[in-house]
């Protein structure tokens, strides 16, 4: 009997410590996963409140800052054919090496001494325009010499004038002198007569009288006579004045129709020369544009004429060239919803198609293998596909764009925006909500304004 019961003791023993044994282990365990839980909620706290850095991203590809460093077309000026190449594919040209050498296909540049003989025409009609203004001066001299004379025949013709004036009054006065002598005589004649006939004169007295005074009556037929000569001769002077003025006037006309005449030959001649100078200069940059010239520095990468004879028309292109030594931008097109995020001088990181890279777009500084940009120049209008065009260039206060980076090349931008917490960012994700538009210092200032 004491056996079994020391026995039942010794169960009852061993089942109690089995009992505590058992539920001590689940109890620490429980304590572990409690703590891992508070260490995981705590880290999940302290994650939240992380900073994250919002971020648009677009894709887009290399090409150059300035228009004149991009990839360009060569054109012909002229139609012609190839007749010879200097380059091929893939060389480096300096500007102005010639490229192409061309020929002409137009038949009225056929001359191969189109130039000289086309200066001779020039010459010739710059001769003829000295000559048609040496005959301007000639005519120019024979006017005024015809105002001289002009000056001094109406000098003397009114000198003339002014001596049959006086020649009328000088005869006009002894004309009226005739008279009155005519007078006295008939008076002293009846006189002489009367005396006659009352015997106190002789016949004698009285025949001498009466010669006398026929000699009066002569005089003043004769004055008379000279006074009308006179006074025709005054007139002649008055129309040989007029006619002088009148043939002036008339020959003044005709040297002035000459010279004019003279003059248009002589604008005639130089236009006719000033437009066969414009065509010889027209010729001598037509013989220039025959050779196909590097526009600048750069390498030839497509040709798109070949051959040797092919006709090629006018402004055709002929290859392509790759300018030297551009400053290498990037072309990001950017969704329109995303285009207010975006302003001249925002940071911008890049993926180049080529280079790998380690992506944590929150966190760009944890990055590895992207480069930096600044953002330099926005479209105002949509392109083609909808989207718009936003030129980045080379940050200068990170590490330099790769040196084998090409133009054409392809690029991932990551837009860098804000700092946010990472909470906030999760809850404008699920809520579908733009980025922020107004930065932080923006927002603290339109609050002060309020």
Do not use: C
């Amino acid at each position: 009997m004491l056996n079994i019961s020391r026995n039942n003791v010794e169960k009852k023993v061993s089942f109690e410590g089995f009992k505590s044994l058992v539920m001590s282990e689940p109890t620490d365990q429980s304590k572990k996963r409690v703590r891992v839980l508070l260490w995981f909620m705590l880290g999940t706290v302290l994650f939240i409140f992380l900073p994250w850095t919002q971020n648009v991203r677009s894709n887009g590809y290399v090409t150059a800052l300035r228009p004149d460093q991009r990839p360009q077309t060569v054109h012909s000026i002229i139609a012609g054919r190839i007749e010879k190449w200097y380059v091929s594919e893939g060389d480096y040209v300096s500007k102005g090496d010639t490229i192409l050498l061309i020929s002409e296909i137009k038949d009225d540049y056929f001359d191969p001494q189109l130039l000289e003989r086309t200066q001779l025409q020039v010459d010739a009609k710059v001769l003829s325009a000295k000559s048609y203004e040496q005959k301007v001066k000639a005519q120019q001299i024979q006017i005024d010499a015809l105002r001289a004379n002009n000056i001094l025949r109406k000098e003397q013709a009114t000198n003339r004038l002014r001596m049959a004036e006086l020649k009328v009054t000088s005869d006009s006065i002894r004309f009226e002198q005739a008279k009155v002598n005519y007078s006295i005589g008939e008076q002293q004649l009846v006189r002489a007569e009367e005396l006659l006939e009352k015997g106190l004169r002789s016949l004698t007295d009285f025949e001498t009288r009466k010669l006398r005074f026929q000699e009066v009556q002569a005089n003043l037929i004769a004055s008379e006579n000279n006074l009308l000569s006179s006074k025709n001769e005054l007139l002649a002077a008055q129309i040989e004045l007029n006619a002088i003025d009148n043939d002036f006037r008339d020959r003044m006309a005709k040297a002035e129709s000459e010279m004019y005449s003279a003059m248009s030959s002589q604008f005639d001649s130089e236009a006719a020369a000033t437009k066969l100078s414009n065509q010889f200069t027209n010729y001598e940059f037509r013989t220039g544009f025959r050779h196909i010239l590097a526009p600048q520095d750069g390498y030839i990468t497509q040709a798109i004429q070949v051959g040797i004879g092919e006709t090629i028309k006018e402004g055709a292109q002929i290859l392509s060239i790759l300018p030297a030594d551009a400053q290498l931008a990037v072309e990001m097109f950017v969704e329109p919803v995303d285009l207010p995020l975006l302003r001249p001088g925002n940071k911008v990181r890049f993926i180049f198609d080529g280079w790998p890279a380690i992506v944590f777009s929150g966190w760009p500084q944890l990055s590895n293998g992207t480069f930096g940009g600044k953002v330099v120049a926005i479209d105002n209008f949509a392109g083609p596909n909808n989207k718009y065009r936003v030129l980045v260039v080379e940050d200068p206060e990170e590490d330099p764009w790769p040196y084998a980076l090409k133009i054409g090349s392809g690029a991932d931008g990551i837009a860098l925006l804000n700092d946010v917490p990472i909470w906030y960012e999760i809850w404008r994700q699920l809520n579908g909500f733009p980025a922020d538009y107004y930065t932080r210092k923006e927002k603290l200032a339109n609050k002060n304004n309020k």
